[in-house]
């Protein structure tokens, strides 16, 4: 099998319309993702988006792009600062508020790295801690004010979007019901409020701390990316995601800050995720009508299955979370598992000749050409799926009757391989490191595209430690099991 690499296209909120996905000057695809707030555990409806990103990593990287992949830990923020400080008496310092905040913000990061393994999401390749680019994010401010772009009041720091003409490109804002000049000091707010938004928030009682030289204050939500971003990724990014509720204000205000301190365009492509529902609403921790991965678990349901009922999915298309929907993955995963089962071993001789016999291998190629012009196709997941079922259902009627060569079975081994870089849903061999082994070969994957051999083997070796045999095939995919 020839590898594939085909043209990825994505739909980009800021132009409204299909793009090729173009690497930058050094051959990679930069990807920031905003990551979760951890204040709590996140729910299957954020898990969702997480899993969006890591389809569009995948994809990307089968695709034959070396990706460089950011995800933020949101960990300070006003709901943080509101869950961490309610037990701290008045008196407590600084430095015991910024431990509160620290202990809660590392419980439940700690909490949200077992959910990405146990969905065998990657690992990104940077991970930033907002607490961590405090000096990043002043420094970006105060370019913003060099440039009359920012303005003090009473300790606190305010973009000026008059001086942006650009403002509202992405959410697509009517420029006249703009009400510049008046500002707004929360991070999350409507669009028929449209004003000038918090940079730096002047210190109040009872919140944590950092000095800066408009005085004692924190972060704003929306600056806290643009500073993590051009820190880790640069000054030309190709790809930044979150779901749709970050356009407006979050991705605004980041194109704002980002554009306004930089002078030039920052993101090439926004490309954003849809929601997760429950019975006709958006799952939010605010409305209450949230389950995490634990319940689903609880309830006995496979992190997997929960995984490919979401990627089945289109990323863009509204997603009715239900138990009952649940067990169509189910029963789609185990056809396939079924299947690969079946051409791992050796078929019987069927019922002999059958008039309506097709050629395996062309067919094989038919189904890994439809299926990667799909994935390449904004990620239609349900079109490139359709193409493996399809396959599934005309070989085993073939192997019903004329049992397939060895050849035949390797080459559909391989395309079930191949087509698992995506889905993580079908490996060689099940077991409780899979998901490790899986993100180590994809950043193998990654750094041998990148042409960083040391790297590759380094990664190589990893995987050897953990007793793992990995078989580079002449195809370009690579197969492994346990030594
Ligand atoms: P947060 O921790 O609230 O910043 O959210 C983390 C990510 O989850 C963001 O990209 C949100 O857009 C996304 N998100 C929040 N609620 C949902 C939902 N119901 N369905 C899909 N994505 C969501
Ligand atoms: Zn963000």
Known sequence: MQSMHLPVSLFNTLTRGMEPVRPGEDGQVRIYNCGPT?????????????????????????????????????????????????????????????????????????????????????????????????????????????????????????????????????????????????????????????????????????EPTWESPWGPGRPGWHIECSAMGIEHLGERVEIHTGGVDLIFPHHENEIAQSEGALGHPWVASWVHGEFLMVEGEKMSKSLGNFFTLRDLHEKGVDPIAFRFAIQSNHYRKLYNFSFEGLKGAENALKRIRAFRRRMEGEGEAGGGAWKEALQPLPRIEEARHTFWKAMGDDLNTPEALAALFTLITDLNAQDDRIALSREERDAALAFLDETNAIFAAWPTEVGSADGEVEALLAARKAAKA???????????????ALGIVIEDRKDGTTVWHRG
């Not at 792009?65 to 310092?93: G, W, Y």
Request: proline fraction near 3%; charged fraction near 30%; charge should be negative.
């Open 38 to 206: 951890v204040y709590n555990f996140v729910h299957i409806g954020n898990l969702r988006t997480f899993l969006f990103q890591d389809l569009l990593r995948r994809t990307l990287v089968a695709s034959g792009h070396p990706v460089r992949f950011c995800m933020n830990l949101t960990d300070v923020e006003d709901k943080i600062i509101r869950d961490s400080q309610k037990d701290l008496p008045e008196s407590a310092t600084n430095v015991e508020r910024h431990g509160a905040m620290k202990a809660l913000t590392e419980r439940f990061t700690a909490l949200f790295l077992e959910d990405l393994d146990a969905l065998r999401i990657l690992r990104p390749d940077v991970m930033p801690k907002a607490t961590d680019h405090i000096p990043h994010m002043i420094a970006l401010i105060q370019k913003l004010e060099a440039k009359g772009l920012a303005y003090a009041r009473e300790g606190s720091v305010y973009c000026r979007i008059a001086g942006l003409p650009q403002y509202g490109c992405l959410a697509h804002l009517d420029r006249e019901g703009m009400r510049a000049g008046t500002s707004v000091d929360s991070d999350e707010y409507e669009r028929d409020t449209v004003n000038d938004f918090v940079l730096w928030k002047a210190a109040k009682a009872g």
């Open 450 to 464: 990148a042409k960083d051999w040391a790297e590759a083997d380094r990664i190589r070796d990893q995987i050897k």
